[in-house]
């Protein structure tokens, strides 16, 4: 049974993704015709942090530093996943990259802004790691280190719905990020 604030934050998504898709955001391309949005991982995500200007004597700030961290994480648009089969492994390497790219965009704000001046920008970074957790840990697109455990009719379902919340997170992240 469905809880009303489910039932209100699907709703809102559902709306969300008609938006992006008549603003052209989905380009209608099925899983096969997707082009790779990112390289495979090289290692660990501590190499792939962008380091700020050495000559500079104030840190850059998370603006500035997103355009560093897209490229270091082959992140060339915002995660969406809906429109893909559930178990579709390029969606599950894109939403690893947001989740990767924004626990190290906190990681920077958390050491270079010990004040709180960008707290926004490291909670809905923290929104969009753990959104993502949660698509990994059901299994969903080719995620998780072992097979899923729920069934892949119930997946079918519920992946979709669990990455458009993390593709939201991933825009409520972008939006915050670009405030300042």
């Known amino acids: 049974m469905l809880t009303r604030r489910f039932a209100l934050a699907l709703s809102a998504a559902a709306t969300t993704l008609l938006t992006l ?7 209608g391309q099925a899983a096969d015709d997707r082009k790779p949005t990112r390289a495979a991982s090289s290692g660990p995500a501590e190499s792939k942090q962008p380091s700020a200007a050495a000559s500079s004597d104030k840190p850059a700030t998370p603006a500035e530093l997103l355009p560093a961290y897209r490229i270091a994480y082959g992140m060339s648009s915002s995660p969406m996943c809906s429109h893909v089969a559930w178990d579709d492994p390029g969606c599950g390497k894109d939403l690893t990259a947001a989740g990767e790219l924004a626990g190290a965009m906190a990681e920077s704000v958390k050491r270079d ?5 960008y707290t926004d920008v490291e909670d809905s970074a923290g929104q969009v790691v753990k959104a993502v957790n949660t698509v990994r840990k059901l299994g969903c697109y080719d995620m998780g280190s072992t097979p899923p455990k729920t069934d892949s009719a119930k997946l079918r379902e519920l992946c979709p719905s669990m990455s458009t919340i993390a593709s939201l997170a991933w825009l409520n992240f972008e939006t915050n990020v670009s405030d300042w």
């Open 21 to 27: 898709s008549a603003c052209g955001g989905d380009d």
């Open 113 to 117: 802004f010990p004040d709180g001046q």
